[in-house]
């Protein structure tokens, strides 16, 4: 059993301890994928925000900004979406090792993937799409209506009629290969980021979200396709159009 002592120690950062010329980057070992590959068919994204309202400012975004539970059957456009990912995972510039993201991450590792479970998105068939950063375009994991039901329980009744769900993964030898046993917290971190930025892009668009952080493990990661330990899910987010 954990206890507070366990938990609260791993929260704390061992930065001084961290000897980085043995981990896997210091002993010259090649850096990790940053994105999976896609060997299925790929759904090009319209340019991020090209075809997107922005009603709000950002500081009424930020002021408006809550976790919503409830949603309207109104569907998102593409447009919507792909500015949605964008604002989560897109990728400003890139470089031989790190890519520089519209989200903060340490060392510039991303160690997510971005799964979505499309329910209603004008011009997607629903099923479980993954977002491609360096492609700006979506990874067809599978086509099918039957997820809704799975995707509840999995999510422990937090899917919420969701118009999409976004899932991250973590891949964590990402950041082990350079931070080691440090790549815990900065993985945690990173999961903050890549969600607060969620909230307020949907807020930007007329859509809402909720995180979620209580779900069940093993069944989600069976939904996703992944397996477990060298990735898994880490968080969840329904997003829908504002009531």
């Known amino acids: ?124 068939e629903p099923g479980l799409y993954r977002y491609l950063p360096f492609d700006h375009a979506l990874c067809v994991e599978r086509k099918t209506r039957e997820f809704e039901a799975k995707l509840d329980e999995a999510l422990l009744k937090h899917h919420f009629g969701g118009a999409v769900d976004f899932v991250w993964t973590a891949i964590p030898y990402r950041c082990e290969w350079s931070y080691s046993w440090e790549s815990l917290r900065l993985i945690l971190l990173d999961a903050g980021h890549v969600c607060a930025h969620l909230y307020l892009a949907c807020e930007d668009v007329g859509c809402g979200t909720c995180a979620v952080g209580a779900y069940d493990q093993d069944k989600l990661d069976a939904l996703l396709g992944v397996d477990g330990y060298n990735e898994f899910a880490v968080y969840a987010a329904p997003v829908g159009k504002q009531r």
């Open 1 to 124: 059993m954990y206890g507070p002592e366990t938990t609260r120690r791993m929260l704390k950062t061992r930065w001084p301890e961290l000897d980085r010329s043995k981990t896997d980057h210091g002993t010259g070992k090649p850096a990790p994928q940053r994105q999976k590959p896609c060997s299925g068919e790929k759904v090009a994204l319209p340019e991020p925000g090209a075809t997107v309202e922005h009603p709000i400012s950002f500081r009424d975004a930020v002021t408006l900004r809550e976790s919503r539970r409830s949603f309207s059957d109104e569907a998102l456009t593409i447009g919507e979406l792909s500015y949605l990912l964008w604002a989560t995972q897109g990728v400003r510039k890139s470089g031989e090792k790190a890519s520089f993201r519209t989200v903060p991450s340490g060392g510039a590792r991303h160690p997510f993937e971005t799964y979505i479970f499309v329910n209603r998105v004008e011009g997607l």
